[in-house]
């Protein structure tokens, strides 16, 4: 019984995921995000006189949370979230929600945002500037949750952007958070 050959095809291996990938990840990483999540601002009451809010953070396939701040409308997270970045033109989501013991966890508002323009002010490859110098600033919008002008800023020898966001679908409710670029040794880069 003769058996016909059939022609080779080039596999790729799988990655951690079980997901065949050609490229590695150092290959597209362009480095890393770090979102530090500062607080929150007269967020909405989900509980009975207060909520017990957290952060979750999302791009792409990355999800990544804060702790839960138990008991309130103004918590302080201080909290720093690093997301890997393949793709600045991804928007990144931020969702509030409130932590609940015996039931789903309440939706306390959502916000976008991009980092393009970030991007775009690491990619001048400044240096040598006087701490506090700002290089670029974002109006609020119709286009983005900001609730006030973000300021870009070159600040101790690293470009770090301010970010208050207007939480949507709520009646209430901001988030501050501010973003700070982390290269990495074997990673594409900018």
Same mark, same amino acid.
């Given at each position: 019984?003769?058996? #016909? ?6 596999? $790729?291996?799988?990655?951690? $995921? ?8 150092? #290959? ?16 909405? %009451?989900?509980? %009975?006189?207060? $909520? ?17 701040? &138990?008991?309130? %409308?103004? *918590? ?13 033109? /991804? ?7 409130? /932590? ?6 309440? &939706?306390?508002?959502?916000? #976008? ?16 500037? *006087? ?6 600033? !974002?109006?609020? $919008? ?27 679908? %709520? @009646?209430?409710? @901001?988030?501050? !958070? ?13």
């Amino acid at each position: 019984m003769a058996t #016909e050959a059939s022609p080779r095809r080039k596999r $790729s291996s799988p990655d951690k $995921s079980g997901r065949s990938s050609s490229t590695s990840l150092m #290959e597209n990483l362009l480095g890393l995000l770090r979102i530090r999540v500062k607080r929150g601002v007269n967020l909405a %009451v989900r509980d %009975v006189r207060s $909520s017990d809010p957290y952060v979750v953070i999302k791009m792409s396939r990355q999800k990544l949370k804060t702790r839960v701040i &138990k008991k309130d %409308v103004n *918590p302080e997270w201080n909290e720093d979230l690093t997301l890997s970045i393949t793709d600045p033109n /991804h928007p990144i989501q931020l969702t509030v929600y409130d /932590h609940d013991t015996f039931s789903k966890d309440d &939706k306390m508002g959502d916000a #976008e945002f991009e980092i393009k323009s970030y991007i775009d002010a690491l990619r001048m490859n400044l240096s040598g500037l *006087p701490s506090g110098t700002i290089v670029s600033r !974002i109006q609020p $919008s119709r286009q983005n949750c900001l609730s006030e002008e973000s300021c870009i800023t070159w600040t101790e020898g690293k470009m770090i952007q301010d970010l208050c966001l207007r939480l949507r679908n %709520v @009646e209430c409710g @901001e988030v501050e !958070i501010q973003l700070q670029w982390i290269d990495l040794p074997g990673s594409k880069g900018l």
